[in-house]
């Protein structure tokens, strides 16, 4: 799934489960996006085709959406 936007409501639960637990956030964020996270030390995020996008570490949210190039929309992403 290759998506280029997302709702502002999806964006905030991003945030939230950034904060809150890893899993959670790395499964919202595949869900939503389609940037799958990797293990490493830390994690590696690919968007949907595979391409690399960023690590985990001191990479927000806001930074991986830029990255995959993936808009930040009021209602109505799907």
């Given at each position: 799934?290759?998506?280029?936007?997302?709702?502002?409501?999806?964006?905030?639960?991003?945030?939230?489960?950034e904060?809150?637990?890893?899993?959670?956030?790395?499964?919202?964020?595949?869900?939503?996006?389609?940037?799958?996270?990797?293990?490493?030390?830390?994690?590696?995020?690919?968007?949907?085709?595979?391409?690399?996008?960023?690590?985990?570490?001191?990479?927000?949210?806001?930074?991986?959406?830029?990255?995959?190039?993936?808009?930040?929309?009021?209602?109505?992403?799907?």
């Amino acid at each position: 799934m290759m998506v280029d936007k997302i709702t502002k409501e999806q964006l905030e639960d991003l945030e939230i489960a950034e904060f809150l637990d890893t899993n959670d956030f790395n499964s919202l964020l595949e869900k939503y996006t389609g940037i799958k996270a990797k293990p490493y030390t830390g994690y590696q995020y690919f968007d949907a085709a595979g391409d690399y996008l960023a690590d985990s570490d001191n990479t927000s949210v806001e930074e991986l959406l830029k990255l995959a190039d993936i808009k930040v929309v009021d209602g109505g992403a799907e």
